[in-house]
């Protein structure tokens, strides 16, 4: 059971505009919600990340939404450039229990910005 | 901030190898330490969590006895793949927290193993 999903595999965009990556989730039990972004052979780097009390956090170029209500998170980048170009993972971290802590992650979304 | 080293970033080798990777903070105290494997186009899916001091808690399904985790210092933890077979070929990624509620975890770059 996939408790954290991308159900875009892939987005492509032109450089100056726009990128939307969105992420929703099933469990109400987390905590913490973040971006990573993974170039081939590396590993993820993170990004942002949002609590689950805030709707909006913003750090330069990169804002994360959160719609609790909706259990979706999104992820903007603007304005996209081409070395944005990698796959990018949501990951959802457990709030209590056998889970506080630990990361459920999305499948990734491959991300190509065009120049 | 925030460095993990993992090592090795690539191994090859024969069927019944045992195979030891090393996860390492290189600028802050983790506290825990997690062992994720990422199979090719999909996620990553946590196998373990590593304390120091304590023993590993491994995720449903992970076998506590072919994948040893060690985590010996603040700085330093250890995964091993004992008599490893070609179905344990994968990407292995190593991830560090300074325990810190509102810390997010640090990857290392990933181990691929080849079985052969």
């Known amino acids: 059971d996939q408790q954290v999903k991308q159900n875009s595999p892939s987005l492509s965009v032109q450089e100056g505009r726009i990128s939307i990556l969105n992420c929703d989730y099933t469990n109400s039990m987390f905590d913490y919600f973040l971006w990573y972004k993974k170039y081939p052979a590396e590993g993820p780097t993170f990004l942002i990340s949002i609590s689950s009390i805030k709707d909006k956090n913003e750090d330069g170029r990169f804002t994360v939404f959160l719609n609790k209500s909706a259990k979706h998170l999104s992820l903007h980048i603007v304005p996209s450039q081409p070395g944005d170009s990698a796959v990018y993972f949501c990951a959802a971290r457990g709030a209590g229990g056998t889970s506080y802590g630990k990361l459920t992650f999305g499948q990734g979304t491959i991300l190509t910005v065009h120049p | 901030g925030a460095v993990v080293s993992q090592h090795p970033s690539r191994v090859i080798c024969k069927s019944g190898t045992s195979v030891k990777i090393e996860c390492r903070s290189l600028?802050?105290?983790?506290?825990?330490m997690f062992w994720y494997r990422q199979f090719p186009k999909q996620s990553l899916m946590l196998m373990a969590t590593s304390n120091e001091g304590s023993k590993a808690t491994y995720e449903q399904g992970v076998e506590k006895d072919k994948f040893l985790i060690n985590h010996a210092s603040l700085t330093l933890s250890t995964l091993t793949v004992t008599s490893a077979h070609p179905e344990d070929s994968s990407f292995y990624i190593c991830?560090?927290?300074?325990?810190?509620?509102?810390?997010?975890?640090?990857f290392g770059d990933g181990t691929r193993l080849s079985i052969l």
């Open positions: 991830s560090a927290s300074q325990g810190f509620s509102n810390q997010p975890q640090h």
């Open positions: 600028d802050f105290q983790a506290t825990t």
